[in-house]
């Protein structure tokens, strides 16, 4: 069967465990929200295909589960990962400091000095924010990252850092799917296939990516 897609992205959701990582891809994937959800155990993997102006990105998204057991398991998927999301609870500021002083120096040291984009995510931005606004800036700008407010339960940024990733994916990691004629970038007019499950294995869910239906996200 010929290759559906141009290129294929690996982008993996990292933090502590309860901060939102999986209510906010089941947001992204359903436009739903989720009234409760258990523990990630070990890895969560999702596709999209991800078409801009005629060019095909495959979109694999993997989420992770935070809690310890599971470190030396997520340490093996940051290896050619092509994007990062970087997870935190705005409302718990132990999940912030685990995030710069766990998350972050794992995903610098497994990926060493290949290329990925990275966005922090600070999630639950509905309830009352307790992680100091400027600590966060500061750690933003000390590594040159991307952030972005979010919340999954109120469907509120998330769909706009997703794309952020991609139109950074786009910029950064995979730049000849720019116009090669007039130069100009072309994140324009994403459209998405969606297929939620999580339980096949990636040949399979390759072959169900091939029917799912699609939608049309706004840029």
């Given at each position: 069967?010929?290759?559906?897609?141009?290129?294929?992205?690996?982008?993996?959701?990292?933090?502590?465990?309860?901060?939102?990582?999986?209510?906010?891809?089941?947001?992204?994937?359903?436009?739903?929200?989720?009234?409760?959800?258990?523990?990630?155990?070990?890895?969560?993997?999702?596709?999209?295909?991800?078409?801009?102006?005629?060019?095909?990105?495959?979109?694999?998204?993997w989420?992770?589960?935070g809690?310890?057991?599971?470190?030396?398991?997520?340490?093996?998927?940051?290896?050619?990962?092509?994007?990062?999301?970087?997870?935190?609870?705005?409302?718990?500021?132990?999940s912030?400091?685990?995030?710069?002083?766990?998350?972050?120096?794992?995903?610098?040291?497994?990926?060493?000095?290949?290329?990925c984009?990275?966005v922090?995510?600070?999630?639950?931005?509905?309830l009352?924010?307790?992680?100091?606004?400027?600590?966060i800036?500061?750690?933003?700008?000390?590594?040159?990252?991307?952030?972005m407010?979010?919340?999954?339960?109120?469907?509120?940024?998330?769909?706009q850092?997703?794309?952020?990733?991609?139109?950074?994916?786009?910029d950064?990691?995979?730049?000849?799917?720019?116009?090669?004629?007039?130069?100009?970038?072309?994140?324009?007019s994403?459209r998405?296939?969606?297929?939620?499950?999580?339980?096949?294995?990636p040949?399979?869910?390759?072959?169900?990516?091939?029917?799912?239906?699609?939608?049309?996200?706004?840029?």
């Amino acid at each position: 069967m010929a290759q559906t897609y141009d290129t294929l992205a690996k982008v993996v959701l990292i933090g502590e465990s309860g901060v939102g990582k999986s209510s906010l891809v089941h947001r992204f994937l359903t436009g739903n929200w989720l009234e409760s959800t258990t523990p990630t155990i070990g890895i969560d993997f999702h596709v999209r295909d991800v078409e801009c102006n005629g060019k095909t990105v495959k979109l694999q998204i993997w989420d992770t589960g935070g809690q310890e057991r599971f470190y030396s398991l997520t340490n093996t998927y940051y290896r050619d990962m092509h994007g990062a999301f970087l997870v935190f609870d705005l409302s718990s500021k132990k999940s912030f400091d685990r995030l710069k002083e766990k998350w972050y120096p794992d995903l610098c040291k497994y990926l060493a000095d290949q290329g990925c984009s990275k966005v922090i995510i600070g999630n639950k931005c509905d309830l009352e924010q307790v992680v100091p606004q400027e600590s966060i800036d500061e750690f933003a700008d000390e590594h040159n990252l991307r952030f972005m407010r979010a919340s999954a339960q109120q469907s509120e940024n998330v769909e706009q850092v997703m794309i952020m990733m991609v139109q950074n994916l786009l910029d950064k990691v995979f730049p000849s799917l720019h116009n090669p004629d007039t130069g100009e970038e072309v994140h324009k007019s994403i459209r998405l296939n969606l297929d939620e499950r999580t339980d096949l294995a990636p040949e399979e869910q390759k072959a169900l990516d091939e029917n799912s239906p699609s939608i049309c996200c706004p840029t």
